[in-house]
């Protein structure tokens, strides 16, 4: 009898069930994915009321208990197709999926090279040459340390340990937007304006003499943040490391708003707002049903236009455009939005990763049409340009 086309390998099943989802939530977990013994269990308890006699239904029960985020799905797709097509043979599946993720040429699929790594394991460090004795004496002063190479190295080229590192390097990241003069004033001794006001109130006081003069100031505060991230197919790996970065400016600030955009405009701005980026990622996995979808940028900068400009673009706001303009729409619309969206604030900056290669030309009609009306258009792929967009965002203008 010739069993169905999606059915699990016989090894699966049976006595070795539990031992194999203890070792597929493990490569999970090496992979970067938030699972434990709870996640297990829950695993098991599923396949024993699915049953596992189909894979789709297997791979379905799998994925209701183990993936929290949208973003966790391609990691978790490769490595099942990975780890049930035949445990035993894993460490061989890994190293052919190694070596695909490490061609040049081609792009590989989400998550196969944080996969390749979690099946290869924990492996020692080649020991580092020797060098000849005649070397050995040099000053080594020009050797690149790894925290540089993690400095320069770009998102999509990372392993889980690379992005475990780069997320905590995003953390560390302060940024310090120029305060800006508002309406009010506040009470001070040595301030250039005279507060007639509460010069008088002071000489009711004092029975109507006016024995001192009150002055004031007037009061400065940031400008508000507004941070416009595409989050479609071509910009998921770099949306989920920047998240980091806009989770940390979102609780180390006040009026900071997010958006993310697919096929349709989302305010993640509440869910940010919680302090553990875990549950604030799980959140926002929840209310955004569009992740590594298509893209429609003129729709989706129309809707914020209409809908939430008014709201969030007051005192002089600086808006962070995050795409690499790559319009399912072939730009209908985008270059009248993005205009509108410019005179709206007071600065507008268009981060696109697109921007690391050195040859880069606008060469899409999306790109096209958005490029006349940005205020600045810097590069977002690694740490050093993130680093260089803060410090950017900190000078008076």
Known sequence: MIPPRDALPSHAPGAALGPNILGFV???RRAGLPVGPGEALSAAHALAVVGVERRAVVKSALRATLVRRHDQSPIFDAAFDLFWRDPDRARAAAALAL??????????????????????????????????KDEQKRDATMTVSERELLQRMDFEAMGAKEIAAAKAEIRRLVLPLDEKPTRRFRPDPSGPRVDLRATMR????????????????????????????????????YAQVLLHFLHAVTNERDRVHVFLFGTRLSNITRQLRHQDPE????????????????????EALEEF??????????????????????D?????????????????????VWLNPLLRWAGFEPRSQGIKAMLPHVHEFRPVHNLDSLRALVAALGTRR
């Open 279 to 298: 549950v604030a990622f799980a959140m926002v996995g929840a209310a955004v049903p569009d992740w590594s979808g298509g893209t429609r940028i003129g």
């Open 202 to 237: 002071q000489a009711a006081r004092m029975g109507g003499a006016i024995t001192t003069i009150a002055r004031r100031r007037r009061s400065t505060r940031p400008p508000p943040l507004v941070a416009i991230c595409d989050i479609s197919g071509s910009m998921a790996r």
């Open 26 to 28: 493990r490569l999970l």
């Open 305 to 326: 236009n209409h809908r939430w400009a008014r709201r969030v673009l007051g005192q002089g706001a600086v808006v962070l455009l995050i795409t690499d303009g790559l």
């Open 328 to 348: 399912r729409e072939g730009g209908r619309g985008l270059a009248e939005a993005t205009e509108r969206l410019q005179r709206s604030c007071r600065r507008l």
């Open 99 to 132: 070596m695909e993720a490490q061609k040049p040429e081609e792009k590989p699929r989400p998550g196969s090279r944080r996969i390749a790594e979690a099946m290869a394991g924990e492996r020692p460090p080649p020991p580092p040459p020797e060098p000849p």
